[in-house]
């Protein structure tokens, strides 16, 4: 909520994972849509269920839990790993920005 204020589509990368929320005007409003390689594969409710899309492996839906039981440490490793911002995917160049996985002005704009 807090980047949908300074961001008008706000996202989280995270290794072949993108989260997205739904637009506010829309029948998901309050959910986070998920893809996985590009492609749906499911939405996140507003309470953190997970209802996963037509083809999405049990693998993927693993990687989806993972991510949402704690996306801070996802956002670390997923910045550690690549040097890539998990918000807007530009390379890190500084320490404490890869280290927490996210730029300081992402860092900014999504409150944390």
Known sequence: ANASEH??????????????RAPDSGKN???????HNDEYAGKISPEGVFQKAYGCDD???????AVSAD??????AHGHDTGNCSACGRLLTNELSVELGIGPICRGRWGL
């Open 29 to 35: 409003a309050g959910y986070l849509y998920v893809k």
């Open 71 to 76: 996306p801070m440490a996802a956002a670390h």
């Open 7 to 20: 961001l008008k589509r706000p996202r989280l990368v995270i290794g072949d994972l993108r989260f997205s």
């Open 59 to 65: 693998e993927t839906v693993e990687a989806i839990k």
